[in-house]
């Protein structure tokens, strides 16, 4: 799960980018307007925290133009006023949700998860497939109840494929959503990752598609 931040505070930029990767995402980081909705036009992210005072381009502006090109991304803007209409004009040109500065991280957190977790059209917490049941809040795995230990890399790319259960993910879409842009994993590093996740999950969950991709989906 790959997110983008846009903020131009680079204490809260630095906050947010650092609390949304202990708790698992990917995350890449924009200071500005324009930067910001450059990444969110060229790239694939699954949530974009969208501050709405920033420099170049103010963050109405990015999201109405984000809507406009047809991104669908979910959107949760930071206002720096408790204003209505702020929240108004927010919600008009396309934001899903917001919080007021200043914030809990964990309340991002929470509502990040929360946005990703109704795009994909789940609206409970915990993801289940066949015997597996995946905690998306507290980043758990657990087969017929008993804890299966997955390293946050392989959480990211188990979550990113129980969220699209039922239909192939391709390598790209994968390593779109699962690293931030700088890194550039080897062509075969998601085979072995996959792979140590089947050993791991001891279930057959995810099928492999030779030349396509992956596909979760439950035992039979
Ligand atoms: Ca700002």
């Given amino acids: 799960m790959k997110v983008l931040v846009v903020e131009d505070e680079p204490q809260l930029n630095l906050r947010l980018e650092q609390s949304l990767e202990a708790a698992g995402f990917a995350v890449d980081i924009a200071f500005d307007g324009e930067e910001g909705w450059y990444l969110g036009d060229t790239e694939s992210y699954d949530a974009v925290v969208l501050d709405l005072g920033l420099p170049k381009l103010d963050g109405i502006t990015v999201l109405g133009r984000w809507r406009e090109a047809k991104r669908a991304v979910p959107v949760l803007v930071l206002t720096a006023r408790s204003r209505w209409a702020e929240k108004a004009a927010a919600f008009n040109a396309g934001a899903d949700d917001y919080v007021t500065k200043p914030f809990e991280m964990e309340e991002v957190v929470t509502r990040i998860r929360a946005l990703i977790r109704r795009a994909a059209g789940?609206?409970?917490?915990?993801?289940?497939?066949?015997?597996?049941?995946?905690?998306?809040?507290g980043g758990r795995v657990a087969r017929d109840g008993m804890p299966v230990a997955l390293t946050a890399q392989e959480f990211r790319i188990l979550s990113y494929?129980?969220?699209?259960?039922?239909?192939?993910?391709?390598?790209?879409?994968?390593?779109?959503?699962?690293?931030?842009?700088?890194?550039?994993?080897?062509s075969n590093v998601l085979d072995v990752l996959v792979a140590r996740i089947r050993r791991k999950l001891k279930v057959e969950v995810i099928h492999t598609l030779r030349g396509q991709g992956w596909r979760m989906e439950p035992p039979p």
Avoid: W
């Fill in 122 to 137: 789940h609206s409970s917490p915990e993801i289940i497939c066949g015997p597996l049941r995946i905690d998306t809040v």
């Fill in 161 to 186: 494929l129980a969220h699209h259960q039922g239909r192939v993910v391709g390598r790209t879409e994968l390593v779109e959503h699962v690293y931030d842009r700088d890194a550039d994993p080897d």
